[in-house]
């Protein structure tokens, strides 16, 4: 099992960045290596739609809205997850959800059972 914990949210002027966390927390020896990760985000009265994947073995998957802008990376020793947030528009103004799996997953919620509570991201304009 694993529990996650997101930070690392905040305000910044269009074209800036901000780098998100997800702590991982596991009670198995392999400490979450098994999972795969990833980034979702909701707008206010939307559905969550996906943002970004990394596999277990490494590999990612990117939205198109995020494939040149955003990084998602993972540091197995610290326990932690990370999306990196560069050039962001006010368009990217949501709250931003770290989820795992076990599954080998498609970029929708509906593939991830372990979910953080969520941290916010606003950029203005």
């Known amino acids: 099992q694993v529990q996650l914990m997101e930070s690392g949210g905040g305000s910044v002027q269009a074209g800036g960045s901000l780098r998100l966390s997800c702590v991982f927390s596991t009670f198995t020896y392999d400490g979450g290596n098994t999972y795969a990760m990833g980034w979702f985000r909701q707008y206010p009265g939307k559905e969550r739609e996906g943002v970004a994947i990394m596999y277990a073995g490494g590999g990612t998957r990117y939205a198109d809205s995020a494939q040149d802008r955003f990084t998602i990376s993972r540091d197995y020793p610290k326990k932690t997850l990370y999306l990196q947030l560069n050039n962001l528009k006010p368009e990217d103004s949501a709250v931003y959800y770290c989820?795992?799996?076990?599954?080998?997953?498609?970029?929708?919620?509906?593939?991830?059972?372990?979910w953080g509570r969520g941290t916010q991201v606003t950029v203005s304009s």
């Open positions: 989820a795992a799996t076990r599954l080998r997953p498609v970029l929708v919620p509906m593939y991830f059972q372990i």
